[in-house]
């Protein structure tokens, strides 16, 4: 709350000191002083206090005026504490001018500073805060005596006597503004004392709303952040770079599938494959996007059924596959050959033919199909560069030796006649 006056303040402070001195105790320009009387506060109006003190010292330790610049100091403030002890509010050091600060002491006179100004610094506090209005006199920290020498000011019996406080002649409340924990809001202000607890200054007071969770997950699952009223959920399982809605599920490979819990954590099962054993001894398969392993079907090509992996030709240029239960099949393509039709061969089982190769007898070169008599006796055939000789078969002669003769051009001899 801010402490306001609705009016001047005038505070006239009449302090009269009674001096005690020995002149043993003190160094030069030293004073000891008593505050004998109380402070009297007037009111007056606005967040000033103006007021005066007159000092009689009745002994020093000088016999000199005591004269100069930057001497004396007084300071004011509000606390809580008739000693002037605890927090200070609208604490001002230095409360007196220059002119003030140097007015002179001469002995055996009052030491008297009229028109001290207070002004309230901009503030905000409580008036339980500000029950006393509070004054200290005493020397400055650095004095300009022009006589030279220590300037000191000491109090009697000690120096609490040079603090007096009175009790504050007015205060009210302000309803501007809130405190809450020692931080003051205006009205209108929000803050946030908890994460779920947000308050607003009103005119009426401090008013707050608790802000109520309503988590999505379990318990265990729930995210806390510092600052941050309510957990958060997990929104997505991060596996291997990818990220998958809560609930969402996904293929691993064909034996493993996950599902992104509501903890963002996948949970993935595994398929168990039972043994197969496949009639006519054949052997198990595994299909592409399957996991376990099947018997694999067979083919029927025109009637025709064909084991898995069997092949077949369908003709001379067609080859074909069984692949569990599908025929695969192949076309052969025949290149255009570089020989004349009377020397291509194809083989009954070929699906192209080709040039067959020359036959070389004795130097010399005979095309496929050419025939040839290397002697009157042998007869011989080319196929495909392979040459296919025969020998004629000569039969025995039935007369004397000495008629058989062998004619020219003819391979068996004969009888002549």
């Given at each position: 709350?801010?402490?306001?006056?609705?009016?001047?303040?005038?505070?006239?402070?009449?302090?009269?000191?009674?001096?005690?001195?020995?002149a043993?105790?003190?160094?030069?320009?030293?004073?000891t002083?008593?505050?004998?009387?109380?402070?009297?506060?007037d009111?007056?109006?606005?967040?000033?206090?103006?007021?005066?003190?007159?000092?009689?010292?009745?002994?020093?330790?000088?016999?000199?005026?005591?004269?100069?610049?930057?001497?004396?100091?007084?300071?004011?403030?509000?606390?809580?504490?008739?000693d002037?002890?605890?927090?200070?509010?609208?604490?001002?050091d230095?409360?007196?001018?220059?002119?003030?600060?140097?007015?002179?002491y001469?002995?055996?006179?009052?030491?008297?500073?009229?028109?001290?100004?207070?002004?309230?610094?901009?503030?905000?506090?409580?008036?339980s805060?500000?029950?006393?209005?509070?004054?200290?006199?005493?020397?400055?920290?650095?004095?300009?005596?022009?006589?030279?020498?220590?300037?000191?000011v000491?109090?009697?019996?000690?120096?609490?006597?040079?603090?007096?406080?009175?009790?504050?002649?007015?205060?009210t409340?302000?309803t501007?503004?809130c405190?809450?924990?020692?931080t003051?809001?205006?009205?209108?202000?929000s803050?946030?004392p908890?994460?779920?607890?947000?308050?607003?200054?009103?005119?009426?007071?401090?008013?707050?709303?608790?802000?109520?969770?309503?988590?999505?997950?379990?318990?265990?699952?729930?995210?806390?952040?510092?600052?941050v009223?309510?957990?958060?959920?997990?929104?997505?399982?991060?596996?291997?770079?990818?990220?998958?809605?809560?609930?969402?599920?996904?293929?691993?490979?064909?034996?493993?599938?996950c599902?992104?819990s509501?903890?963002?954590?996948?949970?993935?099962?595994?398929?168990?494959?039972?043994?197969?054993s496949?009639?006519?001894?054949?052997?198990?398969?595994?299909?592409?996007?399957?996991?376990?392993?099947?018997?694999?079907?067979?083919?029927?090509?025109d009637?025709?059924?064909y084991?898995?992996?069997?092949e077949?030709?369908?003709?001379?240029?067609?080859?074909?596959?069984?692949f569990?239960?599908?025929?695969?099949?192949?076309v052969?393509?025949?290149?255009?050959?570089?020989?004349?039709?009377s020397?291509?061969?194809?083989?009954?089982?070929?699906?192209?033919?080709?040039?067959?190769?020359?036959?070389?007898?004795?130097?010399?070169?005979?095309p496929?199909?050419?025939?040839?008599?290397?002697?009157?006796?042998?007869?011989?055939?080319?196929?495909n560069?392979?040459?296919?000789?025969?020998?004629q078969?000569?039969?025995s002669?039935?007369?004397?030796?000495e008629?058989?003769?062998?004619?020219?051009?003819?391979?068996?001899?004969?009888?002549?006649?």
């Amino acid at each position: 709350m801010e402490w306001k006056l609705a009016y001047w303040l005038t505070v006239w402070l009449c302090c009269v000191f009674i001096c005690n001195i020995k002149a043993e105790d003190f160094t030069t320009n030293a004073i000891t002083i008593t505050l004998s009387n109380s402070l009297n506060i007037d009111l007056a109006r606005g967040r000033e206090f103006r007021f005066g003190f007159a000092a009689k010292v009745v002994k020093s330790e000088t016999d000199k005026k005591i004269s100069g610049s930057n001497l004396w100091k007084v300071s004011g403030w509000f606390g809580s504490s008739e000693d002037g002890s605890g927090n200070a509010i609208g604490f001002v050091d230095q409360l007196l001018t220059s002119g003030q600060s140097g007015n002179p002491y001469k002995k055996a006179a009052r030491l008297t500073i009229n028109g001290i100004l207070y002004t309230l610094p901009p503030m905000r506090a409580r008036c339980s805060d500000m029950t006393y209005f509070c004054v200290q006199f005493g020397t400055t920290d650095s004095p300009q005596v022009a006589s030279g020498g220590n300037l000191e000011v000491f109090g009697n019996p000690d120096d609490s006597v040079l603090t007096k406080c009175v009790e504050t002649p007015q205060c009210t409340e302000n309803t501007d503004i809130c405190i809450e924990d020692g931080t003051i809001y205006d009205v209108g202000a929000s803050w946030k004392p908890h994460p779920c607890r947000e308050c607003t200054c009103t005119a009426g007071g401090t008013s707050c709303q608790v802000e109520e969770c309503q988590p999505t997950c379990g318990v265990d699952y729930q995210i806390f952040t510092t600052g941050v009223c309510c957990p958060a959920c997990p929104t997505s399982c991060q596996v291997d770079g990818t990220s998958y809605d809560i609930g969402a599920s996904w293929q691993v490979d064909v034996c493993t599938r996950c599902t992104c819990s509501e903890s963002g954590e996948s949970n993935c099962i595994i398929d168990q494959c039972s043994p197969t054993s496949c009639p006519g001894g054949r052997q198990p398969i595994t299909r592409s996007g399957f996991c376990c392993p099947v018997c694999p079907l067979e083919c029927d090509d025109d009637g025709s059924l064909y084991l898995h992996f069997e092949e077949w030709k369908q003709d001379a240029c067609t080859s074909c596959q069984c692949f569990d239960g599908t025929i695969q099949c192949d076309v052969e393509t025949c290149s255009p050959l570089q020989c004349d039709a009377s020397a291509q061969i194809q083989g009954a089982d070929d699906c192209c033919a080709e040039c067959a190769l020359e036959c070389v007898d004795r130097n010399s070169l005979y095309p496929h199909g050419a025939s040839w008599s290397p002697d009157v006796c042998t007869n011989c055939t080319c196929y495909n560069g392979t040459s296919a000789c025969g020998i004629q078969y000569c039969e025995s002669t039935l007369c004397p030796a000495e008629q058989v003769v062998t004619r020219y051009g003819e391979c068996c001899p004969a009888c002549a006649k």
